[in-house]
């Protein structure tokens, strides 16, 4: 394939994934009137090919990857691994069961969707004023600084006008480090987000913001699973099942929970979930379901509702963040008004006391 190519076909899988939503609906809508799946993506590609160059190749290559029948392997690379799991989960049982499924993911995806935007909104505001100070500080540092210094030795300063200047010296000489620190941490996290493991991990995943990847991980887990158990899908065959496309972090947690299965009685599960990939409270609804009299059909119900659940969680979660950077964003800017004017106003009482000492006696 040519760059160009595989350019298009990049930003055209970048797209359907954005609208992945109607993707789903317009799918399980045809597939409830009868129409075979490798139908419908034959008549996209033909539409593609008279409209974008990268929605044909895109669909041209979905239509070579669902010749066996598999819609989850037709979208590995488009959308998200959770849904993945819950697409495999449910073609396996007929078309009338895969168009059911994909209304219930394209519902499940606008509230997935909206509850980024929710987190998105609430991080945006505070992250653009940090990134506003942090460029004022900078300027002040580069400029205001060194003229207050040439007018008064900043030993004379008053305290915070010190440790203002300490900040300010630090930032002309290493700023660059810094950003660039700054930089390579944001991307670090990003990274280690599916991937890090171990017990580290397990301890950060109980504090913001890894905790966020983690209530939304789990949750989704936790819906994947039920997909499958109440297409009659065991347990333990359903964990195996999710661990395909599940990235490495998911599959450290489920090769856990697998091995705590084989341990422990198959009617009392709950425990075996306790490696830290769900949130507390998820924990104790799965104990909980694993105690009932039909643990299988509980642990369905849990599924059902997580969705609801964990975006107002996640809102909460947001919200709390957003309160934090707000927090850091108002100190900085007070530090920085608080040491100007303290320095300038003991400026200005130090040229007033050398004025009247060299006035007329």
Request: proline letters at 4%; a positive charge.
């Amino acid at each position: 394939m040519l760059i160009i190519d595989w350019f298009l076909a990049w930003n055209a899988a970048r797209q359907l994934r954005a609208r992945r939503a109607d993707f789903y609906y317009d799918l399980a809508s045809a597939l409830e009137d009868k129409v075979p799946l490798f139908t419908i993506l034959r008549k996209y590609e033909s539409r593609a090919r008279q409209r974008s160059r990268g929605d044909a190749i895109l669909y041209r290559n979905m239509l070579r990857n669902v010749m066996g029948g598999s819609l989850s392997q037709a979208l590995v690379g488009i959308v998200p691994e959770a849904e993945l799991i819950m697409i495999d989960a449910i073609q396996g049982s007929g078309d009338a069961t895969l168009s059911r499924g994909l209304y219930f993911m394209s519902d499940t995806v606008e509230k997935v969707d909206k509850m980024f935007l929710t987190m998105r909104k609430a991080i945006a505001y505070p992250t653009i004023l940090l990134i506003m100070f942090a460029a004022l500080l900078t300027g002040f540092s580069l400029f205001a600084v060194p003229v207050l210094a040439e007018l008064m030795p900043p030993e004379k300063w008053p305290w915070i006008g010190r440790v203002l200047y300490g900040v300010s010296t630090t930032i002309s000489h290493y700023g660059l480090f810094i950003a660039l620190s700054i930089v390579g941490l944001i991307v670090a996290f990003g990274y280690s987000l599916p991937r890090w493991q171990g017990p580290v991990r397990r301890w950060l995943d109980r504090r913001a913001p890894y905790s966020l990847y983690r209530d939304f991980s789990g949750s989704m887990l936790i819906v994947s699973i039920s997909s499958l158990m109440r297409t009659g899908v065991s347990l333990r065959s359903s964990l195996e099942r999710a661990a395909r496309f599940s990235s490495p972090w998911m599959r450290w947690h489920l090769r856990q929970i697998l091995s705590r299965l084989s341990s422990e009685q198959s009617t009392q599960f709950g425990q075996a979930f306790a490696t830290g990939v769900l949130n507390r409270a998820m924990e104790d609804r799965v104990q909980d379901a694993s105690e009932r009299r039909d643990p299988v059909a509980a642990f369905v119900k849990i599924g059902v509702g997580s969705i609801d659940r964990i975006d107002r969680s996640i809102g909460a979660s947001a919200a709390k963040l957003n309160g934090l950077l707000m927090a850091i964003a108002g100190l900085t800017l007070g530090f920085m008004m608080l040491g100007f004017f303290a320095t300038a106003f003991e400026m200005q009482s130090g040229i007033q006391s050398n004025a009247a000492a060299g006035g007329p006696r």
